[in-house]
DNA sequence: CGTTAATTTGAGACCATTCAATTTCGGTGG
DNA sequence: CCACCGAAATTGAATGGTCTCAAATTAACG
């Protein structure tokens, strides 16, 4: 609901609607599967803590990362009415997940239109960070790629209030996740991230990410927040 | 209705519904705009004729190709929900398209469940779309990365009856476009596409694609259809 | 049939990779 | 609390895939 009504106005009604889903609360491992590739999706996962990611494995068993996800996020909206998940969700680190039957969220889509537009515009919202994402390691150098995710992931966490204003961050990822997200080598991310570091754009290490500079960081990064859609009009 | 009734049973008071929406028919000439990006989202074109491509520029002038285009699929669905482009579609070649007036569109969709999921399930495809293209841009070598999107190209085409079934399929993209497409650099993407003519899988030329090799073209390619969701189980 | 767009070719430079090897860090058991 | 361990981060040097920058050739179009 925190993250809905950023985009959405929801009745009383809807809320009670919400909470009164069916759902049963499991915590993962790191790398612990929330979606397996290949199989039939069942139920939904509402990430409660941690971060998860979202991956494909290539036949030469190396493997990218095509988004991240954090608290308030649901998991596989993506794959609920695909029937097959093509991709698979993973936690990065031990994270908690409330798991809600596909068909008690489907219902709920059907039955109430704002909580169904809620639903559709999250989906519409993963996609258009996909699409960046393309541009991201389609086009731009490593330090461009690495800086640009840092400032995507530092703007989806403060918006969620996951983050101090400071700019300081909880951010369990570790480089060679960076590297599988950006398309790169975890050789040459650590270098890249020493290049950020150094330029004093960040400030990097043990679980934690502050931004020291943030507009500096945007501007190697090439970062404009359009794609996010911070600011959606509500719709009726 | 062609597109829908692969993945949605639609009754006869839906076809109908469809075919009394208002629209108005638009001829573009190459590059022409179908979206653009930074704009309010007023009607979606839904595409008749040609091929269209959806991009991004970056600041240093460059651009990223995010997906292809082709007849019977609506172009900014995707867009219509969250009011403001972030991206562009423009026409590959001279095309011709419908465009609908969003409000139009989204009565519908309040109207008749059947079409709302329709549309739903239309922008969750694309969104698989853009997942496989992170992977591809992120983690394949230029000869896969081409190589797949021939086959995911060629695919779509003979899914939608585009082309026949010989794998011989109209194909107005130049090298350029697929270029931008994977990330390379239309130099290398001719060198890369000699490769594949000289191994006898392709044939490619003014504007018709032939795959001679369809098996050994998805080999080079690491490509695996099932993000295309071809067969998705009609819900309801 | 002239003009522009698209494709093709060549050679050198560079960014990122590969492959090890080393150091640091976080957690665990004695 | 310290020794130990595996995971993560870091460093070095050589290789290589792709880019850059022209320039030449071919195809498309009015």
């Known amino acids: 609901m925190r993250r809905w009504s950023k985009h959405s106005r929801l009745s009383p009604d809807d809320r009670a609607a919400i909470l009164a889903l069916?759902?049963?609360?499991?915590t993962f491992g790191k790398d612990g599967y929330l979606v397996r590739e290949g199989q039939e999706v069942t139920d939904c996962a509402l990430l409660l803590r941690g971060f998860a990611y979202r991956q494909k494995?290539?036949?030469?068993?190396?493997?990218?990362?095509?988004?991240?996800?954090?608290p308030t996020e649901f998991v596989d909206l993506q794959n609920a009415l695909l029937g097959i998940a093509d991709d698979s969700v993973q936690s990065a680190n031990r994270t908690e997940a409330a798991l809600i039957p596909r068909s008690a969220l489907m219902e709920l889509a059907t039955a109430r239109p704002a909580i169904r537009i809620a639903m559709w515009i999250?989906?519409?919202?993963?996609?258009?960070?996909?699409?960046?994402?393309?541009?991201?390691?389609g086009r731009r150098d490593s330090r461009s790629r690495i800086a640009?995710?840092?400032?995507?992931?530092g703007t989806r966490l403060k918006t969620m209030g996951n983050g101090a204003e400071d700019g300081h961050f909880e951010f369990p990822l570790t480089q060679e996740q960076l590297a599988d997200?950006?398309?790169?080598?975890?050789?040459?991310?650590?270098?890249?991230?020493?290049?950020l570091r150094r330029d004093g754009l960040i400030h990097l290490n043990s679980g934690s990410l502050r931004i020291l500079d943030w507009e500096g960081l945007c501007e190697a990064g090439d970062f404009d927040e359009l794609y996010l859609h911070q600011r959606i009009p509500v719709v009726a």
């Open 22 to 26: 069916p759902y049963t609360q499991k």
């Open 122 to 137: 999250d989906t519409l919202l993963d996609a258009s960070i996909f699409r960046e994402w393309v541009v991201n390691v």
């Open 57 to 70: 494995v290539l036949r030469d068993g190396s493997r990218q990362i095509i988004c991240f996800h954090i």
């Open 181 to 195: 997200a950006t398309g790169l080598t975890s050789v040459h991310t650590n270098r890249t991230l020493q290049g």
């Open 148 to 153: 640009h995710l840092l400032c995507e992931l």
